[in-house]
């Protein structure tokens, strides 16, 4: 059933576990995600990005995981916008039926991020719809910046408390030191969990962890094996997320993982089968890889058999 991102969210700050939160562009990505919940009894979030929105329509979408989620009506399932630039792509994605959105404004001052966040809140609570926001910076990919400096770019923990109060937000996302891609951590992979857990005990919200894909070892090396370079790579590990979610994190954030199972198929078939031209022997498997990834997430996370 679709529901409000802040009911699902409610339930796993109750209970200490983290669902995962799966990056959608098209429909055999969605499928996956909704296959792997079914047969894991687990709650999802699903989630576009402005990008997935350019590329499939918002109205897509929306269609698409309504259809999914009357055909598992067991399963509680948000669409969330990823990643909102502004308060009107906020309010075209409640519109187009979106039950939980993200305003990001981490990059403007924190009385800018705050009163922004304000707006959409006003707005997406009148309809039932749950509010992310975003403190701090994504090091690395996701705004190209090299800060060494961890206060200038990770979350402040009175900061958050503050705004958490005010902007009335339903889930928060604090910067620990992850980034977006292929390429998360130059050396050893390390995050800022005493700062994670100070957010939780000042703010006691979900909390959301972005960044978060683990590049396991077998989807690397499915995909190298087809001559795909993922040289240098470098994921979230599980004891990673185990140790995030016992900190507080309640929505794990999930792209990259899914995109490289995914594409690692589709290179093995095209270079197994140069005769190939039916796009369903492509994306069969790559679908089947990406259920195995998700499953195995949605074990991690603790969100499998949750409902
Ligand atoms: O918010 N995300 C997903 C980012 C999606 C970007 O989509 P576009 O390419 O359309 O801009 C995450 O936090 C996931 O991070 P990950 O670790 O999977 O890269
Ligand atoms: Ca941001
Ligand atoms: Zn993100």
């Known amino acids: 059933m679709l529901v409000s991102g802040a009911e699902i969210l409610k339930n796993a700050h109750r209970d200490g576990y983290a669902v ?27 989630e576009a990005s402005e990008g997935a929105i350019k ?25 969330h916008l990823d990643h909102g630039t502004t308060v009107e792509s906020c309010i075209r994605a409640i519109r187009a039926g979106f039950t939980s959105v993200m305003i990001d404004a981490s990059h403007d ?20 719809v749950g509010v992310e926001a975003e403190l701090g910076r994504l090091m690395g990919i996701e705004d190209n910046i090299v800060v060494d400096e961890r206060d200038a770019v990770l979350v402040n923990v009175a900061e958050a408390e503050e705004f958490v109060k005010k902007a009335g937000v ?32 000042v703010t006691d919200v979900p909390l959301v962890l972005h960044g ?22 470098k994921g979230v590990p599980f004891e990673f997320l185990t140790e995030a979610i016992k900190g507080g994190i309640n929505k794990v954030n999930t792209d990259t993982d899914l995109r490289i199972a995914f594409m690692a198929e589709v290179r093995r078939v095209v270079n197994e089968k140069p005769s190939e031209f039916d ?29």
């Open 170 to 201: 339903d889930y928060l996302a604090p910067a620990i030191g992850t980034s977006h891609g292929a390429f998360k951590f130059k050396g050893e992979p390390k995050l800022d969990f005493q700062r994670l857990q100070d957010v939780k005990r």
């Open 20 to 46: 995962g939160a799966f990056n959608i562009n098209n429909m055999e990505m969605l499928k996956a995600i909704f296959e792997s919940a079914n047969e894991m009894n687990s709650p999802i979030i699903v």
């Open 212 to 233: 978060a894909s683990s590049i396991p070892e077998e989807a690397r090396q499915a995909f190298e094996s087809t001559g795909g370079d993922l040289k240098g790579s």
């Open 109 to 128: 001052s924190f009385e800018e991020n705050m009163a922004k966040t304000k707006a959409v809140v006003d707005i997406a609570h009148t309809v039932n």
């Open 55 to 79: 590329y499939a329509g918002a109205d897509m979408l929306y269609a698409m995981t309504k259809t999914l989620s009357e055909r598992y009506p067991h399963i509680p399932v948000a669409l």
């Open 279 to 307: 796009p369903r022997k492509f994306f069969n498997p790559a679908m089947d890889s990406v259920k195995a990834l998700i499953k195995k997430r949605m074990e991690v996370l603790g969100s499998a058999g949750r409902v």
